[in-house]
């Protein structure tokens, strides 16, 4: 399932939140439309020689 992302870097799989950081424009979005759900957000490594190290999930309940 896609999510309001405009590159398809975020996607519903079951009951994760998948972020590919590698196809990620930050252009905001996401954190537009989640505003007043909390700041906090998963940490990933931007430099990398794998691109396996681009893609996190969390489990939805504890995307805060
Ligand atoms: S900032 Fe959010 S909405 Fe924009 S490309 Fe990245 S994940 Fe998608």
Known sequence: M??????????????????DLGRCTACGRC?????GLG???PEALLATR????????YRLG???
């Open 31 to 35: 954190l537009e439309l989640a505003q």
């Open 50 to 57: 794998r691109r396996a190290n681009l893609v996190v999930s």
């Open 62 to 64: 504890d995307v805060k």
């Open 2 to 19: 896609s999510v309001a992302c405009p590159s398809s870097a975020l996607e519903v799989v079951g009951p994760r939140l998948v972020l």
């Open 39 to 41: 700041s906090s957000r």
